[in-house]
Protein backbone atom coordinates (compact mmCIF):
# COMPACT_ATOMS: atom_id res chain seq x y z
CA UNK A 1 0.00 0.00 0.00
CA UNK A 2 1.09 3.37 -0.96
CA UNK A 3 0.42 6.58 1.21
CA UNK A 4 -0.59 9.50 -1.01
CA UNK A 5 -1.85 12.01 1.81
CA UNK A 6 -1.34 12.38 5.63
CA UNK A 7 -2.78 14.77 7.60
CA UNK A 8 -2.24 15.62 10.94
CA UNK A 9 -5.08 15.98 13.42
CA UNK A 10 -6.12 16.15 16.64
CA UNK A 11 -2.71 15.19 17.56
CA UNK A 12 -2.68 12.01 15.42
CA UNK A 13 -2.48 11.32 11.35
CA UNK A 14 -5.30 11.27 8.76
CA UNK A 15 -4.08 9.39 6.28
CA UNK A 16 -5.03 7.85 2.98
CA UNK A 17 -3.92 5.10 1.12
CA UNK A 18 -4.02 3.07 -2.41
CA UNK A 19 -2.98 -0.35 -3.27
CA UNK A 20 -3.85 -3.37 -6.02
CA UNK A 21 -6.88 -5.09 -4.58
CA UNK A 22 -6.92 -8.58 -5.00
CA UNK A 23 -10.41 -9.01 -3.54
CA UNK A 24 -12.06 -6.18 -5.79
CA UNK A 25 -9.38 -6.54 -8.82
CA UNK A 26 -8.98 -3.32 -9.06
CA UNK A 27 -6.86 -0.16 -7.18
CA UNK A 28 -8.52 1.01 -4.41
CA UNK A 29 -8.51 3.66 -1.56
CA UNK A 30 -9.17 4.10 1.98
CA UNK A 31 -8.72 6.57 4.89
CA UNK A 32 -6.76 5.55 8.26
CA UNK A 33 -7.09 7.90 10.98
CA UNK A 34 -4.34 7.02 13.60
CA UNK A 35 -4.87 8.51 17.34
CA UNK A 36 -1.74 10.53 19.05
CA UNK A 37 -1.62 6.73 20.99
CA UNK A 38 -0.74 5.16 17.51
CA UNK A 39 2.89 6.56 17.90
CA UNK A 40 3.75 4.52 20.48
CA UNK A 41 2.08 1.64 20.76
CA UNK A 42 -0.31 -0.55 18.85
CA UNK A 43 -3.99 0.44 19.09
CA UNK A 44 -7.41 -1.30 18.64
CA UNK A 45 -9.36 -0.54 15.46
CA UNK A 46 -13.19 0.64 14.61
CA UNK A 47 -14.30 0.15 10.61
CA UNK A 48 -16.26 2.63 9.56
CA UNK A 49 -18.65 1.64 6.03
CA UNK A 50 -20.02 4.12 4.91
CA UNK A 51 -23.13 4.48 2.58
CA UNK A 52 -24.79 4.86 -0.84
CA UNK A 53 -22.47 7.41 -2.91
CA UNK A 54 -19.72 7.73 -0.35
CA UNK A 55 -16.09 7.40 -0.66
CA UNK A 56 -13.40 7.15 2.13
CA UNK A 57 -13.79 10.86 2.31
CA UNK A 58 -17.09 11.31 3.85
CA UNK A 59 -17.09 10.17 6.73
CA UNK A 60 -13.42 11.83 7.47
CA UNK A 61 -14.67 15.10 6.70
CA UNK A 62 -18.00 15.30 8.02
CA UNK A 63 -18.75 12.83 10.98
CA UNK A 64 -16.11 14.82 13.38
CA UNK A 65 -15.51 11.06 14.07
CA UNK A 66 -11.75 11.49 14.52
CA UNK A 67 -11.67 14.09 17.54
CA UNK A 68 -13.37 10.94 19.91
CA UNK A 69 -11.03 8.14 18.24
CA UNK A 70 -7.97 10.37 19.89
CA UNK A 71 -9.79 10.47 23.35
CA UNK A 72 -10.19 6.93 23.10
CA UNK A 73 -7.00 5.74 21.18
CA UNK A 74 -8.61 3.67 18.60
CA UNK A 75 -7.97 3.93 14.89
CA UNK A 76 -10.16 4.48 12.48
CA UNK A 77 -10.40 2.58 8.86
CA UNK A 78 -12.13 4.19 6.56
CA UNK A 79 -12.45 1.88 2.88
CA UNK A 80 -14.76 2.75 0.21
CA UNK A 81 -18.18 1.70 -0.65
CA UNK A 82 -17.07 -0.29 -3.92
CA UNK A 83 -14.76 -1.24 -6.73
CA UNK A 84 -13.42 1.61 -8.87
CA UNK A 85 -11.59 2.35 -12.08
CA UNK A 86 -12.38 2.62 -15.93
CA UNK A 87 -12.45 -1.50 -15.69
CA UNK A 88 -15.45 -1.55 -13.45
CA UNK A 89 -19.18 -2.03 -14.55
CA UNK A 90 -21.09 0.61 -13.54
CA UNK A 91 -24.85 1.43 -14.13
CA UNK A 92 -24.57 5.15 -15.51
CA UNK A 93 -26.82 7.75 -14.28
CA UNK A 94 -28.07 5.08 -10.79
CA UNK A 95 -26.63 6.02 -7.41
CA UNK A 96 -28.03 3.12 -6.16
CA UNK A 97 -26.37 0.01 -8.04
CA UNK A 98 -22.55 0.15 -9.23
CA UNK A 99 -19.39 2.38 -8.30
CA UNK A 100 -20.54 3.38 -5.04
CA UNK A 101 -22.97 1.30 -4.20
CA UNK A 102 -21.01 -2.58 -3.38
CA UNK A 103 -23.92 -2.99 -0.64
CA UNK A 104 -21.06 -5.02 1.21
CA UNK A 105 -21.13 -8.25 -0.50
CA UNK A 106 -19.42 -10.79 -3.12
CA UNK A 107 -21.26 -10.24 -6.41
CA UNK A 108 -21.73 -13.79 -8.36
CA UNK A 109 -23.33 -12.27 -11.54
CA UNK A 110 -21.66 -10.98 -14.67
CA UNK A 111 -20.69 -7.92 -15.29
CA UNK A 112 -20.78 -7.71 -11.14
CA UNK A 113 -18.60 -10.23 -10.12
CA UNK A 114 -15.35 -9.75 -11.59
CA UNK A 115 -14.40 -6.72 -9.10
CA UNK A 116 -18.07 -6.45 -7.10
CA UNK A 117 -16.36 -8.11 -3.69
CA UNK A 118 -16.75 -5.95 -1.04
CA UNK A 119 -17.17 -8.43 1.15
CA UNK A 120 -14.25 -10.18 1.23
CA UNK A 121 -12.58 -6.76 1.04
CA UNK A 122 -13.85 -5.28 3.84
CA UNK A 123 -13.44 -8.57 6.20
CA UNK A 124 -10.48 -10.05 5.11
CA UNK A 125 -7.83 -8.38 2.74
CA UNK A 126 -7.92 -4.72 4.28
CA UNK A 127 -7.80 -6.00 7.66
CA UNK A 128 -4.69 -8.20 6.31
CA UNK A 129 -3.43 -5.13 5.20
CA UNK A 130 -3.28 -2.63 7.50
CA UNK A 131 -2.66 -4.92 10.34
CA UNK A 132 0.56 -6.28 8.91
CA UNK A 133 1.79 -2.32 8.26
CA UNK A 134 0.02 -0.34 10.61
CA UNK A 135 0.10 0.11 14.34
CA UNK A 136 -3.08 -2.06 14.57
CA UNK A 137 -4.04 -4.80 17.53
CA UNK A 138 -4.82 -7.39 15.40
CA UNK A 139 -7.74 -9.15 17.55
CA UNK A 140 -9.06 -5.94 18.76
CA UNK A 141 -11.55 -4.70 16.14
CA UNK A 142 -14.69 -3.33 16.06
CA UNK A 143 -17.17 -2.10 13.09
CA UNK A 144 -19.94 0.80 12.50
CA UNK A 145 -21.06 2.06 9.55
CA UNK A 146 -24.14 4.50 8.31
CA UNK A 147 -27.08 3.26 5.88
CA UNK A 148 -25.79 1.03 3.27
CA UNK A 149 -22.79 0.95 5.62
CA UNK A 150 -25.22 0.35 8.66
CA UNK A 151 -26.25 -3.08 6.96
CA UNK A 152 -22.71 -3.24 6.03
CA UNK A 153 -21.15 -3.21 9.29
CA UNK A 154 -24.19 -5.54 10.90
CA UNK A 155 -23.70 -8.11 8.32
CA UNK A 156 -19.70 -8.27 8.63
CA UNK A 157 -20.56 -9.07 12.58
CA UNK A 158 -23.14 -11.63 12.42
CA UNK A 159 -20.98 -13.09 9.44
CA UNK A 160 -17.60 -13.32 12.12
CA UNK A 161 -18.86 -12.96 15.47
CA UNK A 162 -15.07 -13.32 16.46
CA UNK A 163 -13.65 -11.14 14.35
CA UNK A 164 -15.42 -8.42 15.79
CA UNK A 165 -15.54 -6.96 19.39
CA UNK A 166 -18.55 -5.17 19.15
CA UNK A 167 -20.99 -3.46 16.11
CA UNK A 168 -22.71 -0.29 16.28
CA UNK A 169 -25.00 1.46 12.99
CA UNK A 170 -26.83 4.46 12.26
CA UNK A 171 -29.38 4.12 9.92
CA UNK A 172 -29.02 0.90 8.79
CA UNK A 173 -30.43 -0.87 6.32
CA UNK A 174 -31.54 -3.62 8.59
CA UNK A 175 -33.42 -6.18 5.96
CA UNK A 176 -32.07 -5.45 2.48
CA UNK A 177 -34.62 -8.34 1.11
CA UNK A 178 -37.86 -6.12 1.80
CA UNK A 179 -35.87 -2.84 0.67
CA UNK A 180 -35.95 -1.66 -3.07
CA UNK A 181 -32.13 -0.60 -2.36
CA UNK A 182 -31.49 -3.62 -1.29
CA UNK A 183 -33.69 -6.06 -3.77
CA UNK A 184 -31.76 -3.29 -6.40
CA UNK A 185 -28.52 -4.62 -5.94
CA UNK A 186 -29.11 -8.31 -4.47
CA UNK A 187 -30.68 -9.20 -7.79
CA UNK A 188 -28.44 -7.33 -10.06
CA UNK A 189 -24.83 -8.85 -7.95
CA UNK A 190 -26.58 -11.77 -6.71
CA UNK A 191 -29.31 -12.77 -9.25
CA UNK A 192 -33.17 -13.84 -8.73
CA UNK A 193 -32.31 -16.91 -6.32
CA UNK A 194 -33.50 -15.03 -2.95
CA UNK A 195 -31.90 -18.09 -0.96
CA UNK A 196 -28.51 -16.28 -2.01
CA UNK A 197 -29.61 -13.07 -0.39
CA UNK A 198 -29.82 -14.19 2.69
CA UNK A 199 -26.52 -14.64 3.55
CA UNK A 200 -26.12 -10.55 3.39
CA UNK A 201 -29.23 -9.68 5.61
CA UNK A 202 -29.00 -9.06 8.79
CA UNK A 203 -32.45 -9.84 9.90
CA UNK A 204 -32.16 -13.47 7.90
CA UNK A 205 -28.93 -14.00 9.50
CA UNK A 206 -30.12 -13.48 12.40
CA UNK A 207 -33.52 -15.68 12.05
CA UNK A 208 -31.25 -18.58 10.63
CA UNK A 209 -29.06 -18.40 13.64
CA UNK A 210 -26.21 -16.18 13.65
CA UNK A 211 -25.76 -13.92 17.09
CA UNK A 212 -23.72 -11.37 18.82
CA UNK A 213 -23.72 -10.14 22.11
CA UNK A 214 -24.97 -6.55 21.74
CA UNK A 215 -25.98 -4.23 19.17
CA UNK A 216 -26.23 -0.61 19.29
CA UNK A 217 -28.34 1.15 16.14
CA UNK A 218 -29.23 4.80 16.43
CA UNK A 219 -31.95 6.04 13.54
CA UNK A 220 -33.89 9.34 13.31
CA UNK A 221 -37.28 9.59 13.67
CA UNK A 222 -37.03 12.29 10.99
CA UNK A 223 -35.09 10.08 8.17
CA UNK A 224 -36.85 10.15 4.72
CA UNK A 225 -35.70 6.70 3.81
CA UNK A 226 -37.48 5.56 7.04
CA UNK A 227 -40.99 6.73 5.68
CA UNK A 228 -40.21 5.36 2.38
CA UNK A 229 -39.57 1.90 3.89
CA UNK A 230 -35.75 1.29 2.92
CA UNK A 231 -34.39 0.73 6.88
CA UNK A 232 -36.91 -1.57 8.46
CA UNK A 233 -35.49 -1.16 11.77
CA UNK A 234 -39.16 -2.99 13.52
CA UNK A 235 -37.64 -6.07 11.36
CA UNK A 236 -34.40 -5.94 13.40
CA UNK A 237 -36.30 -5.21 16.65
CA UNK A 238 -38.42 -8.49 15.69
CA UNK A 239 -35.82 -10.65 15.01
CA UNK A 240 -33.64 -9.91 17.50
CA UNK A 241 -35.89 -10.00 20.20
CA UNK A 242 -36.72 -13.55 19.43
CA UNK A 243 -33.20 -14.57 18.85
CA UNK A 244 -32.74 -13.15 22.48
CA UNK A 245 -29.59 -10.23 21.28
CA UNK A 246 -29.93 -7.38 23.52
CA UNK A 247 -30.43 -4.67 20.77
CA UNK A 248 -30.18 -0.67 21.98
CA UNK A 249 -32.26 0.61 19.34
CA UNK A 250 -32.10 4.49 20.02
CA UNK A 251 -34.88 6.03 18.23
CA UNK A 252 -33.75 9.70 17.72
CA UNK A 253 -36.76 12.22 17.70
CA UNK A 254 -36.40 14.73 14.87
CA UNK A 255 -33.15 13.87 13.28
CA UNK A 256 -32.84 13.15 9.49
CA UNK A 257 -30.58 10.12 7.59
CA UNK A 258 -27.16 12.96 6.80
CA UNK A 259 -23.92 13.32 8.29
CA UNK A 260 -24.95 15.95 10.84
CA UNK A 261 -27.10 13.08 12.88
CA UNK A 262 -24.27 10.92 12.81
CA UNK A 263 -21.50 13.99 13.85
CA UNK A 264 -24.35 14.31 16.74
CA UNK A 265 -23.75 10.49 17.97
CA UNK A 266 -20.99 9.22 16.73
CA UNK A 267 -18.97 9.94 20.22
CA UNK A 268 -21.39 7.90 21.88
CA UNK A 269 -20.99 5.32 19.39
CA UNK A 270 -17.00 5.42 19.27
CA UNK A 271 -17.16 5.55 24.03
CA UNK A 272 -19.39 2.47 22.85
CA UNK A 273 -16.59 0.44 21.23
CA UNK A 274 -14.21 2.25 22.92
CA UNK A 275 -15.05 0.54 26.04
CA UNK A 276 -14.95 -2.76 24.86
CA UNK A 277 -11.96 -2.58 22.98
CA UNK A 278 -9.90 -1.16 25.59
CA UNK A 279 -10.65 -3.72 28.15
CA UNK B 1 -35.70 35.46 4.73
CA UNK B 2 -36.93 32.64 3.50
CA UNK B 3 -35.64 29.36 5.32
CA UNK B 4 -34.53 27.06 3.07
CA UNK B 5 -33.52 23.63 4.81
CA UNK B 6 -33.60 22.77 8.99
CA UNK B 7 -31.10 19.51 10.36
CA UNK B 8 -31.25 18.36 13.94
CA UNK B 9 -27.85 18.47 15.22
CA UNK B 10 -26.58 17.98 18.74
CA UNK B 11 -30.22 19.19 19.62
CA UNK B 12 -30.30 22.12 18.28
CA UNK B 13 -31.08 23.34 14.46
CA UNK B 14 -28.56 23.50 11.55
CA UNK B 15 -30.53 26.67 9.06
CA UNK B 16 -30.13 28.00 5.72
CA UNK B 17 -31.61 31.09 4.91
CA UNK B 18 -31.75 33.43 1.77
CA UNK B 19 -32.33 36.36 1.39
CA UNK B 20 -32.34 39.49 -1.23
CA UNK B 21 -29.33 41.20 -0.15
CA UNK B 22 -29.19 45.44 -0.25
CA UNK B 23 -24.77 45.48 0.21
CA UNK B 24 -24.77 42.85 -2.62
CA UNK B 25 -27.46 43.36 -4.71
CA UNK B 26 -28.09 39.84 -5.35
CA UNK B 27 -29.99 36.89 -3.44
CA UNK B 28 -27.55 35.74 -0.87
CA UNK B 29 -27.41 32.51 1.05
CA UNK B 30 -26.24 31.97 4.93
CA UNK B 31 -26.24 29.40 7.10
CA UNK B 32 -26.86 29.74 11.29
CA UNK B 33 -26.73 27.05 13.62
CA UNK B 34 -29.34 27.35 16.44
CA UNK B 35 -28.35 25.83 19.92
CA UNK B 36 -30.58 23.91 21.94
CA UNK B 37 -30.66 26.95 24.13
CA UNK B 38 -31.79 29.00 21.40
CA UNK B 39 -35.53 27.44 21.84
CA UNK B 40 -36.20 28.72 24.95
CA UNK B 41 -34.11 31.93 25.17
CA UNK B 42 -32.06 34.40 23.13
CA UNK B 43 -28.27 33.46 22.60
CA UNK B 44 -25.13 35.21 21.72
CA UNK B 45 -23.76 34.53 18.32
CA UNK B 46 -20.48 33.61 16.68
CA UNK B 47 -19.61 34.95 13.21
CA UNK B 48 -17.39 32.62 11.33
CA UNK B 49 -15.97 34.02 8.01
CA UNK B 50 -14.71 31.07 5.47
CA UNK B 51 -11.68 31.50 3.34
CA UNK B 52 -10.95 31.34 -0.35
CA UNK B 53 -13.20 29.23 -2.88
CA UNK B 54 -16.11 28.54 0.45
CA UNK B 55 -19.49 28.87 0.88
CA UNK B 56 -21.56 28.61 4.26
CA UNK B 57 -21.41 24.74 3.01
CA UNK B 58 -17.77 24.22 4.04
CA UNK B 59 -17.43 25.56 7.67
CA UNK B 60 -21.11 23.68 8.76
CA UNK B 61 -19.85 19.94 7.24
CA UNK B 62 -16.16 20.08 8.07
CA UNK B 63 -15.45 21.97 11.37
CA UNK B 64 -17.34 20.16 13.78
CA UNK B 65 -17.87 23.40 15.80
CA UNK B 66 -21.83 22.71 16.40
CA UNK B 67 -21.11 20.32 19.17
CA UNK B 68 -19.18 23.01 20.94
CA UNK B 69 -21.91 25.55 20.19
CA UNK B 70 -24.56 23.62 21.84
CA UNK B 71 -22.25 22.90 24.65
CA UNK B 72 -21.65 26.86 25.42
CA UNK B 73 -24.97 27.68 24.15
CA UNK B 74 -23.96 30.01 21.22
CA UNK B 75 -25.75 30.83 17.67
CA UNK B 76 -23.25 30.30 14.33
CA UNK B 77 -23.65 32.72 11.78
CA UNK B 78 -22.00 31.38 8.80
CA UNK B 79 -22.34 33.78 5.75
CA UNK B 80 -21.24 33.12 2.07
CA UNK B 81 -17.63 34.70 1.04
CA UNK B 82 -19.03 36.95 -2.01
CA UNK B 83 -21.69 37.54 -4.01
CA UNK B 84 -23.84 35.01 -6.12
CA UNK B 85 -25.66 34.78 -9.55
CA UNK B 86 -25.74 35.34 -12.67
CA UNK B 87 -25.38 38.96 -13.03
CA UNK B 88 -22.60 38.82 -10.53
CA UNK B 89 -19.26 39.70 -12.30
CA UNK B 90 -16.46 37.18 -12.02
CA UNK B 91 -13.06 35.97 -12.87
CA UNK B 92 -13.42 32.32 -14.68
CA UNK B 93 -10.60 30.51 -14.23
CA UNK B 94 -9.56 31.88 -11.20
CA UNK B 95 -9.96 30.60 -7.50
CA UNK B 96 -8.41 33.81 -5.89
CA UNK B 97 -10.29 36.54 -7.11
CA UNK B 98 -14.41 36.87 -8.08
CA UNK B 99 -16.57 34.73 -7.14
CA UNK B 100 -15.40 32.53 -3.32
CA UNK B 101 -13.35 35.58 -2.69
CA UNK B 102 -15.00 38.60 -2.16
CA UNK B 103 -12.16 38.88 0.66
CA UNK B 104 -14.54 41.21 2.94
CA UNK B 105 -14.23 44.84 1.26
CA UNK B 106 -16.56 47.16 -0.45
CA UNK B 107 -15.00 47.39 -3.87
CA UNK B 108 -14.95 50.73 -5.62
CA UNK B 109 -14.03 49.58 -8.92
CA UNK B 110 -15.73 48.57 -11.93
CA UNK B 111 -16.86 45.70 -12.73
CA UNK B 112 -16.79 44.75 -8.84
CA UNK B 113 -18.40 47.90 -7.50
CA UNK B 114 -22.06 47.33 -7.72
CA UNK B 115 -22.57 43.83 -5.67
CA UNK B 116 -18.67 43.27 -3.97
CA UNK B 117 -19.85 44.54 -0.46
CA UNK B 118 -18.78 41.95 1.69
CA UNK B 119 -17.51 44.09 4.25
CA UNK B 120 -20.95 46.06 4.64
CA UNK B 121 -22.64 42.54 4.28
CA UNK B 122 -20.73 40.82 7.53
CA UNK B 123 -20.57 43.81 9.50
CA UNK B 124 -24.04 45.47 9.15
CA UNK B 125 -27.04 43.92 6.64
CA UNK B 126 -26.64 40.22 8.23
CA UNK B 127 -26.34 41.06 11.89
CA UNK B 128 -29.66 43.10 11.19
CA UNK B 129 -30.73 40.63 9.19
CA UNK B 130 -30.68 37.85 11.85
CA UNK B 131 -30.54 39.51 14.70
CA UNK B 132 -34.60 40.85 14.00
CA UNK B 133 -35.31 37.26 12.98
CA UNK B 134 -33.77 34.91 15.09
CA UNK B 135 -33.38 34.72 18.83
CA UNK B 136 -30.24 36.52 19.46
CA UNK B 137 -28.89 39.01 22.32
CA UNK B 138 -28.03 42.33 20.08
CA UNK B 139 -25.05 43.14 21.50
CA UNK B 140 -23.47 39.96 21.88
CA UNK B 141 -21.56 38.53 19.12
CA UNK B 142 -17.53 37.24 18.56
CA UNK B 143 -16.06 36.98 15.31
CA UNK B 144 -14.03 33.80 13.72
CA UNK B 145 -13.35 33.10 10.62
CA UNK B 146 -10.17 31.11 8.26
CA UNK B 147 -7.69 32.06 5.82
CA UNK B 148 -9.26 35.14 3.88
CA UNK B 149 -11.65 34.61 6.62
CA UNK B 150 -9.08 35.13 9.23
CA UNK B 151 -8.36 38.59 7.52
CA UNK B 152 -12.35 39.29 7.70
CA UNK B 153 -12.50 38.29 11.40
CA UNK B 154 -9.34 40.69 12.50
CA UNK B 155 -10.71 43.53 10.02
CA UNK B 156 -14.07 43.71 11.21
CA UNK B 157 -13.58 43.22 15.29
CA UNK B 158 -10.30 46.24 14.37
CA UNK B 159 -12.53 48.57 12.68
CA UNK B 160 -15.67 47.69 14.99
CA UNK B 161 -13.96 47.25 18.54
CA UNK B 162 -17.63 48.12 20.40
CA UNK B 163 -19.42 45.54 17.79
CA UNK B 164 -17.76 42.24 18.53
CA UNK B 165 -16.99 41.11 22.26
CA UNK B 166 -14.09 39.17 21.11
CA UNK B 167 -12.07 38.26 17.98
CA UNK B 168 -10.04 35.10 16.93
CA UNK B 169 -8.61 33.65 13.63
CA UNK B 170 -7.65 30.79 12.35
CA UNK B 171 -4.28 30.88 9.64
CA UNK B 172 -5.26 34.53 8.66
CA UNK B 173 -4.05 36.21 5.64
CA UNK B 174 -2.42 38.93 8.28
CA UNK B 175 -1.35 41.58 6.15
CA UNK B 176 -3.11 41.80 2.72
CA UNK B 177 -1.15 44.80 1.26
CA UNK B 178 1.97 42.27 1.11
CA UNK B 179 0.65 39.17 0.10
CA UNK B 180 0.04 38.24 -3.24
CA UNK B 181 -3.75 36.84 -2.51
CA UNK B 182 -4.30 40.38 -0.82
CA UNK B 183 -2.84 42.47 -3.91
CA UNK B 184 -4.83 40.38 -6.37
CA UNK B 185 -8.46 41.53 -4.95
CA UNK B 186 -7.35 44.66 -3.69
CA UNK B 187 -5.99 46.13 -6.54
CA UNK B 188 -8.88 44.55 -8.45
CA UNK B 189 -11.87 45.89 -6.10
CA UNK B 190 -9.94 48.91 -4.99
CA UNK B 191 -7.61 50.16 -7.36
CA UNK B 192 -4.05 51.11 -7.15
CA UNK B 193 -4.30 53.63 -4.44
CA UNK B 194 -2.72 51.85 -2.22
CA UNK B 195 -3.87 54.25 0.70
CA UNK B 196 -7.42 53.07 0.08
CA UNK B 197 -6.64 48.90 0.85
CA UNK B 198 -5.05 50.12 4.46
CA UNK B 199 -9.07 50.12 5.81
CA UNK B 200 -9.11 46.26 5.13
CA UNK B 201 -5.84 45.34 6.29
CA UNK B 202 -4.94 43.89 10.01
CA UNK B 203 -2.05 45.00 10.12
CA UNK B 204 -2.06 48.30 8.81
CA UNK B 205 -5.26 49.08 11.06
CA UNK B 206 -3.16 48.30 14.08
CA UNK B 207 -0.13 50.45 13.06
CA UNK B 208 -3.11 53.23 12.39
CA UNK B 209 -4.63 52.93 15.81
CA UNK B 210 -7.44 50.57 15.57
CA UNK B 211 -6.95 48.03 18.59
CA UNK B 212 -9.16 44.93 20.19
CA UNK B 213 -8.73 43.91 23.54
CA UNK B 214 -7.35 40.70 23.05
CA UNK B 215 -6.66 38.41 20.17
CA UNK B 216 -6.43 34.40 19.55
CA UNK B 217 -4.88 33.49 16.21
CA UNK B 218 -3.62 29.65 15.53
CA UNK B 219 -1.43 28.94 12.64
CA UNK B 220 -0.12 25.56 11.87
CA UNK B 221 3.51 25.29 10.96
CA UNK B 222 3.23 22.90 7.99
CA UNK B 223 0.81 25.57 6.56
CA UNK B 224 1.44 25.46 2.47
CA UNK B 225 0.49 29.09 2.49
CA UNK B 226 2.72 29.95 5.30
CA UNK B 227 5.76 29.09 3.11
CA UNK B 228 4.19 30.71 0.21
CA UNK B 229 4.39 34.33 2.57
CA UNK B 230 0.18 34.31 2.01
CA UNK B 231 -0.20 34.69 5.88
CA UNK B 232 2.42 37.09 7.38
CA UNK B 233 1.49 35.64 10.85
CA UNK B 234 5.31 38.15 11.97
CA UNK B 235 4.02 41.16 10.72
CA UNK B 236 0.83 40.50 13.10
CA UNK B 237 2.63 39.94 15.89
CA UNK B 238 5.06 42.55 15.20
CA UNK B 239 2.23 45.35 15.39
CA UNK B 240 0.70 43.39 18.01
CA UNK B 241 3.63 43.97 20.44
CA UNK B 242 4.24 47.50 19.00
CA UNK B 243 0.79 48.59 19.90
CA UNK B 244 0.26 46.55 22.87
CA UNK B 245 -2.33 44.33 21.93
CA UNK B 246 -2.23 41.25 23.74
CA UNK B 247 -2.02 38.56 20.70
CA UNK B 248 -2.34 34.88 21.46
CA UNK B 249 -0.74 33.48 18.30
CA UNK B 250 -0.28 29.54 18.51
CA UNK B 251 2.27 28.19 16.21
CA UNK B 252 0.45 24.51 16.24
CA UNK B 253 3.82 21.76 14.99
CA UNK B 254 2.84 19.86 11.76
CA UNK B 255 -0.77 21.54 10.77
CA UNK B 256 -2.16 22.20 7.68
CA UNK B 257 -4.34 24.75 6.36
CA UNK B 258 -7.66 22.10 5.84
CA UNK B 259 -10.36 21.87 8.03
CA UNK B 260 -8.94 19.16 9.77
CA UNK B 261 -6.56 21.79 11.48
CA UNK B 262 -9.92 23.67 12.10
CA UNK B 263 -11.51 20.87 13.91
CA UNK B 264 -8.96 20.11 16.00
CA UNK B 265 -8.90 23.76 17.67
CA UNK B 266 -12.17 24.81 16.67
CA UNK B 267 -13.39 23.31 20.74
CA UNK B 268 -10.86 25.82 22.00
CA UNK B 269 -12.10 29.19 19.99
CA UNK B 270 -15.56 28.50 20.57
CA UNK B 271 -14.47 28.08 24.39
CA UNK B 272 -12.42 31.77 24.10
CA UNK B 273 -15.41 33.42 22.65
CA UNK B 274 -17.53 32.04 24.98
CA UNK B 275 -16.09 32.77 27.86
CA UNK B 276 -16.38 36.57 26.97
CA UNK B 277 -20.20 36.48 25.70
CA UNK B 278 -21.93 34.26 28.41
CA UNK B 279 -20.64 36.82 30.99
Given amino acids: MIEIESIKEFGGYLKRYSHDSQACQCEMIFSVYLPPQAEHQSVPALYWLSGLTCTDDNVRVKAGAQRYAAEHGLALVMPDTSP ?38 VTRELPALVEENLPLITDKKSISGHSMGGHGALICALKNPHAYKSVSAFSPICHPLQSAWGQGCFSAYLGDDQRSWEAYDAVALIEAGSTVPDMLVDQGT ?16 AACKKAGIPLQLRMQEGYDHSYHFIATFIGEHIAYHAQVLNQ
Wanted: charged share 30%; hydrophobic share 30%; aromatic share 14%.
Fill in 222 to 237: ADEFLDEGQLLPETLV
Fill in 84 to 121: RGHDVPDEKGRYDLGKGAGFYVNATRSPWDRHYHMYDY
